[in-house]
């Protein structure tokens, strides 16, 4: 009987990881917890507090720390435990050679589009040890044809070793309680949007393009905007949103309830009319697949991956264009055929998404790594 393939998992990024690279990795732990023939899996964690303060030296500190986990602890853990596969998902793999097979998750190319966000610190230490580490991996992985796209134009990255693999809504995304009931409802219908108040999330268009539905009438609708400010000042765009919203005179129509819980999460989709996603670059969009399970009718921006992942269950707008926004809104809230069409093509379309889909193809592709070595 053949030994099973040795796949260790980085799973330090669990503790600092937000929003949906950690849910990747939570979610791809979960299935690989159940078991898979043929493998035996290990999950590797620091044994050290990670920390996630905002003190500057304690900040740089902690980068030395990560440096230190990644290029010489982490090696040492899997030459000594025999890895056959080290898998990590935050971008970053030992740089120096090794005698295991190496994998890593590429979400997308925003370090690389928007370099004027992001720390110049963070930056240098992506450039210098996360590509070329990855130029050397096995594989790279990453969660969009589009997303693969962008990393080969922007990155450099050699094409055939990155392996496009969607994702799936969150698991516990289709939990409410029954008795819960958040504290800015309203009488009043709304449409949602779900995420970090960030920049490239559009939300100023999409704040016009409530306006001007509200002046064609649809005073019966508020805007939720649920999601929390961005560490980084530069990706930022919470105090323009706020601005905005005055500018307008919106204040009592757009509400912005912060991070919500997981349990809110899905209180607020099964009770919206519409989800509106006008982004203007996503990796993937992992909101498209939740609103379709909660039934709730999807528009979307006409760029980046989400076209790939919504198919022919949304209605698409130009993003840069607050009267389309607007035209389409109306569209969707005028008519409640529409609205079951999507509702119907939605919950046909989140079929095609899984985590057990998702695991699946990654573990095929450890499986062709190590036909390869062998």
Known sequence: MPRPIQVFIDVRDLRIAKTGAKTVLEEICLQLKKGYPGFTIHFIDTPFPVYTGKNKWLKALEHARFFGWKQITLPIICLVRGCDILFCTDYFLPLF??????????????????????????????????????????????????????????????????????????????????????????????????????????????????ALLRQAGYHNYNLVLAGGTVPKHKLDDSGNIRRLIKELQLEDAVILPGFISDEALAHYYQQASLYAFVSVNEGFGLPILEAFQHRLPTLIANNSCLPEVGGDAVITCD?????????????????????????????????????????????QVFRELMKEKN
């Open 319 to 363: 993003p840069y264009d607050p009267a389309d926004i607007a035209e389409k809104m109306k569209l969707v809230v005028s008519n409640p055929a529409l609205q079951e069409e999507l509702i119907q093509k939605g919950l046909r379309r989140l079929q095609d998404f899984s985590w057990e889909k998702t695991t699946e193809e990654l573990m």
């Open 97 to 210: 050679p090794v005698r295991f097979k190496t994998a890593v998750i590429f979400y997308d190319a925003f370090f690389w589009q928007y370099p004027e966000q992001y720390n110049r610190f963070w930056l240098k230490l992506l450039h210098h040890i996360a590509v070329p580490a990855a130029r050397k991996a096995s594989a790279i992985i990453t969660i969009s044809h589009h997303s693969k796209e962008q990393i080969v134009q922007c990155v450099g990255l050699p094409p055939e070793k990155i392996h496009a693999i969607h994702l799936a809504p969150k698991s516990s995304s289709a939990i409410v309680s029954a008795d819960y009931h958040a504290s800015t409802e309203s009488e009043k219908k709304y449409i949602l949007h779900i995420g970090v108040l960030e920049k490239r999330k559009n939300l100023l268009n999409l704040i016009k393009a409530f």
